[in-house]
């Protein structure tokens, strides 16, 4: 890399953090959220040094900071179990560790038996990512002077007063709650469905290819990746809910939690009918081998079938996404009514298309079997209580 890319790459790097501090200042996100959580671990990496070393005077204070630093996570359920899971990796390092260190006298020798082991035991898949913590703690008993009953005593006790400290400082100062993520992939979701459709119904009235039908389906199927995402935003939120005392918040999660799950649940039908749409039309596209193409007659009333559907998937998604719209659902119904009208149309419309080959058959009825299908997937299972 060259100087003047080390320089560009450091001032996108500036700008970045810039854009990222104004955010955090401007109002709540992801950002405030990453700054909160850092003043909470460095407030609980304060409360743990000051009862180790001026309260208890204990003999290695430096460990309570430590731990409590780390287990400040993103829920409160996530620091419990990884302070449970890190208390018995840090016993398991310390006990192994004093144990070979006092039986074999040599830290060396020491070390060449006892960190296999300790190893082996850290990747227990029970102990998650906190097996790690057996081998450090491991390295810190051995290359301390003289390995003790008594050091080992007051490390394990150290490590667990900086668990409590990590644990109740994360429960108790701004519990986090996790709904912005959720809310966010979702709408994302929504918003890829509605444009992909609208890109298909724009493109079904100029001179679309092969090409640009692959396209169409590339994005089509993006969605799955998206309602992936989503659906992991959601299980994040509902552990955030776990052991979590902010009542208010909590509810909130628990109560949006159904209609964010059948949202995704009618996305996925929807993604997978609007795969199937996108497939038919690169076949219908594709030179080898030729296939027929539909003709002007029904591409303009199935685009507007299509536009129409993107407009009830926006509508679709306000149900749940803008709590405030008092008059979402009834746009929602409007819009359905107006998909389910076209709909009927357009079955008339390809039902009497002329039986000629059996190609133009296959295409018209695939045609009509999507547009069904996602008229059924708009309307199956509604974000909302009838």
């Known amino acids: 890399m060259t100087t003047r ?20 200042w401007q109002g709540p996100g992801r950002e405030r959220d990453l700054v909160v959580q850092s003043l909470k671990a460095a407030l609980a990496a304060l409360v743990a040094w000051l009862i180790a070393s001026h309260w208890l005077n204990a003999p290695l204070s430096f460990i309570a900071p430590w731990v409590a630093v780390l287990l400040v996570r993103s829920t409160v ?3 419990l179990a990884q302070a449970l899971q890190q208390a018995v990796a840090i016993t398991l390092g310390t006990v192994l560790a004093t144990a070979g260190g006092m039986a074999l006298g040599d830290p060396w020798l020491a070390m060449v038996v006892v960190l296999p082991v300790v190893l082996l035991l850290g990747s227990w898949p029970r102990l998650g990512d906190q ?16 390995p003790s009953l008594d050091s080992a005593v007051a490390r394990v006790l150290e490590s667990l007063l900086g668990a409590a400290v990590g644990v109740a400082v994360n429960m108790l100062v701004l519990p986090p709650v996790h709904l912005r993520d959720t809310h966010r992939a979702v709408a994302q979701a929504v918003q890829e469905a509605a444009d992909t459709l609208r890109a298909v119904a724009e493109g079904l009235d100029e001179a679309w290819d092969h090409d640009r039908a692959k396209d169409w389906d590339h994005r089509a199927r993006r969605l799955f990746r998206l309602l992936d995402e989503a659906r992991a935003a959601l299980r994040h939120s509902r552990e955030s809910e776990r052991l979590n005392p902010a009542r208010r918040r909590r509810a909130r999660v628990r109560r949006m939690r159904a209609p964010y799950r059948r949202t995704l649940s009618v996305l996925e039908e929807l993604a997978a009918y609007l795969t199937d749409l996108t497939r038919t039309l690169a076949e219908a596209a594709a030179e080898e081998p030729a ?3 539909p003709d002007s007659d029904a591409l ?5 079938f299509l536009s129409e559907v993107a407009e009830a998937v926006d509508a679709f998604g306000r149900t749940v996404l803008d709590e405030d719209d008092a008059g979402a659902r009834d746009r929602l119904r409007r819009r359905v009514e107006e998909v ?24 018209y009825g695939s045609l009509l079997m999507d547009a069904r299908r996602l008229t059924d997937a708009l309307w199956s299972e509604p974000p909302y209580d009838e």
């Open 131 to 146: 097996g790690m913590y057996a081998a450090t703690t491991a390295l810190f008993t051995l290359t301390s002077p003289g």
């Open 340 to 363: 389910r009208a076209s709909h009927d149309r357009l079955r008339r419309l390809l039902a009497g298309k002329p039986a000629g080959e059996p190609e133009w058959v296959a295409l």
């Open 77 to 79: 359920y996530e620091s």
């Open 291 to 293: 296939a027929p193409r």
């Open 300 to 304: 303009v009333p199935y685009q507007r």
């Open 5 to 24: 890319q080390m320089r560009e790459t450091s001032r996108d790097e500036v700008t970045a953090l810039g854009r990222a501090a104004r955010r955090a």
